[in-house]
């Protein structure tokens, strides 16, 4: 597990975010925990897209005023028409658009971190920018889900000295990436293999025991939110009674829908009540006023015990 060892620097940081134009709502979201948790003009956000119109990219902007925009249009000569017969049913195109980092993002990004568009900030970001990455590819957080050894065997990869990531939230070395071509080889690894997870699993292939972990406050999933799956979890990797600094609606209980229910749905309206968005998904969803104060009472009592 890595600290932050560099030294904040007046350069911006960078973050990237892949989405279509029906998760515009859930990236303004992403965006304005971002600037609630620091000051937004220390952020540049690439916006890597499909079909978002610019009334909606000006709208989102309204979600942290000051910061930079960069709006990256992902054609098929950035990534190639890319489909999963998995067994993750929310995968599509969208899904796959941080892969097309290594072409898209500007000359001048080096380091960039990649965040999925369902997920609410609560720290500082700029304290994951400032991690030392000590050579590493990409920095983050174990997956609960998939097994490292099964995976090595399943794709003839060495034996994992540090396992299996989660794709959610991703300190990027861009450098390197691009140097080695390394999510063209992701990309060439789909078209192949066709994995059940993805693009995750293309880059865990592709940068297989070239990661770093960092504390797992920064990609809490619903592991570690939901009793009857924490203790499915080893001792060493709960929250323990910490505050998570970004909380990764991972799974079908995704905080908009008003089917199920996630503990910390609260979080991610709060954060929309920062946008322009929060009337538009409640009509589309039928989230009552009601209901989100039934979510905020149970967050206050829940909290992240």
């Known amino acids: 597990m ?40 220390a952020f540049r956000f690439l916006l890597l897209n499909t079909g978002v119109s610019k009334d909606r990219q000006a709208q989102l902007e309204s979600s942290a005023p000051g910061a930079e925009f960069d709006w990256i249009e992902v054609g098929s000569e950035h990534l190639p028409e890319l489909k999963v017969k998995g067994s993750v049913a929310h995968i599509n195109r969208a899904t796959f658009l941080r892969l097309a980092l290594e072409r898209v993002a500007p000359a001048d990004c080096d380091r960039v971190i990649y965040l999925d568009a369902d997920l609410v900030v609560t720290g500082d970001l700029r304290d994951l920018w400032a991690v030392d990455m000590a050579g590493a590819v990409v920095a983050g957080v174990h997956d609960h889900f998939i097994k490292p050894a099964d995976f090595a065997h399943q794709w003839a990869l060495p034996s994992p000295t540090l396992g299996y990531f989660n794709a959610g939230v991703l300190l990027i070395d861009l450098k390197q990436v691009r140097e080695e071509r390394l999510f063209s080889k992701a990309v060439a690894f789909v078209l192949a293999n066709n994995p059940a997870f993805a693009d995750q699993d293309a880059l865990n292939w592709a940068l297989w025991n070239r990661w770093r972990a960092v504390d797992l406050v920064w990609n809490v999933g619903r592991h570690l939110a939901i009793d009857v799956l924490i203790l499915e979890v080893q001792e060493d990797r709960r929250l323990n009674g910490r505050a998570p600094k970004i909380v990764h609606f991972t799974g079908p209980e995704k905080p908009w829908l008003n089917t199920g229910y996630h503990p910390w749905a609260w979080l991610y309206w709060r954060a929309l009540r920062d ?24 967050w206050l009592i829940r909290r992240y015990s």
């Not at 940081?13 to 600037?35: E, N, R």
């Not at 538009?280 to 006023?289: A, F, L, R, Y």
Request: charged share 25%.
């Open 2 to 41: 890595l600290s932050s060892v560099r030294s904040r620097s007046s350069s911006k940081v960078v973050v990237a975010l892949g989405f279509d134009d029906g998760y515009v709502p859930h990236a303004a979201a992403v965006i304005a925990s971002i600037a609630r948790a620091s000051d937004p003009a």
């Open 275 to 298: 946008t322009s968005f929060e009337r538009e998904v409640s009509e589309n969803q039928s989230i009552s006023t009601l209901k989100k104060v039934r979510l905020w009472l149970r």
